[in-house]
């Protein structure tokens, strides 16, 4: 193996040398396209970080309202999918009874989460994401819910690019909750799908598209209008058309083998 193998597991015995060593492989990964030799020294740290982060090492703990401001803090700064405007709107995730967030950490990062999920307790399976995140909302009790939705997962170190992290800590969060609270019926997720609108755009102007028609073309105009999705009857018009080109976008392209 490369010698500097030996010299990043000699770094990381050092005091703060795992948050070195991920500092340092996101500074290097700002390079490696210009510098295509540097990938074999990415490919190292990509080999280390993955046993040094193993699940055996990671542990999970709950973030509530009542961990410290120094955690909450990173929660807010690292939010990915729907950021966090305020404390206000971090406390209406993390404080009422029907939300619950989860984290990731690691014994050489103790204040530092890796990858967090926050998860939203329904009485069933939402169509928005905003009645989630209003602050007017009506909580709801624990035991009421029949439905968890994982509305946001958030990787917070850049350096660990490329070591998972994510289907374990929703498998760990599901078996979590199945066991407080044994009413939850469906687990789902609720979150953007990057890249959907783009490739929708482009199958509308295929002339032989796999999975829309003529008349499904002809729906889809619709979207072309401005504040289309504002007329709830035009929404709901084209709903037919989107759900199974969405289940094609995710079986096919997004998974070519289907699985």
């Known amino acids: 193996e490369p010698r500097r193998q030996e010299l990043f597991r000699r770094l990381n015995l050092a005091p703060g040398g795992t948050a070195a060593l991920i500092r340092m492989r996101a500074e290097l990964s700002d390079h490696v396209k210009e510098n295509p030799g540097l990938r074999c020294v990415d490919a190292d740290f990509a080999h280390l970080f993955s046993s040094w982060f193993n699940r055996g090492f990671l542990v999970l703990r709950p973030i509530d309202w009542t961990t410290p401001a120094n ?57 928005a994401i905003s009645p989630l995140l209003d602050l007017a909302r009506t ?60 490739w929708l755009a482009r199958e509308r102007m295929a002339e032989g598209s796999a999975c829309l028609d003529t008349a499904a073309k002809e729906m889809l105009m619709v979207l072309d209008e401005p504040a289309w999705h504002e007329d709830l009857e035009k929404a709901e018009k084209i709903r037919a058309v989107l759900l199974p080109a969405a289940a094609y976008y995710f079986l096919k392209v997004r998974d070519p083998k289907g699985r």
């Open 139 to 198: 909580p709801i009790a624990a035991t009421e819910a029949t439905t968890a939705v994982f509305y946001s997962i958030s990787n917070t170190q850049r350096g660990l690019g490329g070591v998972t992290f994510g289907n374990f800590l929703i498998k760990q969060v599901v078996e979590n909750l199945k066991r407080e609270l044994p009413n939850l019926r469906t687990f789902v997720t609720l979150s953007p799908v990057p890249g959907f609108a783009a």
């Open 71 to 127: 955690i909450l803090e990173k929660i807010i700064r690292y939010e990915a999918v729907h950021a966090i405007e305020n404390w206000d709107d971090l406390r209406n995730r993390l404080e009422p009874e029907d939300r619950r967030c989860y984290g990731f950490f690691h014994p050489q990062l103790v204040d530092e989460p890796l990858i967090f999920v926050e998860v939203a307790l329904t009485r069933e399976t939402p169509a």
